[in-house]
């Protein structure tokens, strides 16, 4: 059935007309590599749409001390992880001397001004100082990403349902039986390592397309930046308990 005859067509129930419109190309004459690098990028930005539609559900789940609820919400999360880093590897295929050619007319735009991909950070668990004053440096921090920071971290959630349960961070690792707190506490550290993941395969992109020392784009440090964010951890206290109890680190 057509749309003229009042039935949801799969063009009209996912918008292609307006989605396959919205690859506008900067380069004059049109590189043959800019709409790659477009399509990886809006992508990558419609699973962060999605990965913080699973973080609000977590969240939620783990406010309502709901383990196995959040349990399920953890390994959609992780998927999802996995689906965002692998979607990278496309970009591995755009020599630096292809990207050159129309890296100009990327003007000031810098994967750290996706405000989704800050929200997600805010949300999993950063609150550096480092971390508020870069968001802070051009301007009002934006209300999706304060939104995420006026709410407790995961770490801290986590916590607030061991203590709803009566058992310590030490407890759930030190004892013999696969508990429901158990499980998702290593949920929590597979969705941290998925994210350094992620963070890696991007330090090793940008030196591969721009080399490990060149500035990103719109004035950022470019590798050398990401670099340093690659060790950084959303569960601290997790790691180090289990690090504890299991003599390892």
């Known amino acids: ?22 690859q506008q190309t900067r ?107 870069a968001l802070s440096e051009h301007g009002p921090i934006p209300a999706l990403v304060q939104r995420a920071l006026d709410r407790p971290t995961l770490q801290a959630l986590y916590e607030a349902m061991l203590a709803k349960a009566g058992v310590t961070l030490e407890g759930v690792y030190a004892t013999k039986e696969t508990t429901p707190l158990f499980m998702l506490a290593e949920e929590l550290l597979e969705y941290e390592q998925g994210f350094a993941k992620w963070r890696f395969l991007h330090v090793q992109l940008v030196e591969r397309i721009i080399g490990p020392m060149t500035g990103g784009t719109g004035g950022t440090l470019g590798a050398k930046y990401l670099q340093r964010t690659v060790n950084q951890r959303f569960f601290p206290a997790l790691w180090a308990v289990r690090a504890k109890v299991y003599g390892a680190g």
């Open 27 to 133: 380069s004059t004459p049109t590189h043959p590599d800019e709409l790659l690098f477009i399509i990886v990028h809006q992508a990558s930005e419609l699973w962060f749409k999605v990965i913080l539609h699973e973080l609000d559900q977590l969240v939620a789940h783990m406010t309502a001390a709901d383990a196995l609820a959040s349990l399920g919400s953890l390994k959609r999360l992780n998927g999802l992880m996995g689906i965002v880093s692998q979607s990278l590897t496309a970009l591995d295929t755009l020599p630096p001397q292809r990207f050159a050619e129309f890296r100009g007319y990327l003007g000031t735009s810098s994967g750290s001004q996706s405000e989704q991909f800050r929200a997600i950070e805010a949300t999993s668990g950063m609150r550096e100082a480092h971390f508020v004053q």
């Open 1 to 22: 059935m057509s749309d003229s005859e009042g039935g949801v067509t799969y063009p009209s129930y996912l918008r292609l007309k307006e989605l396959l419109a919205l």
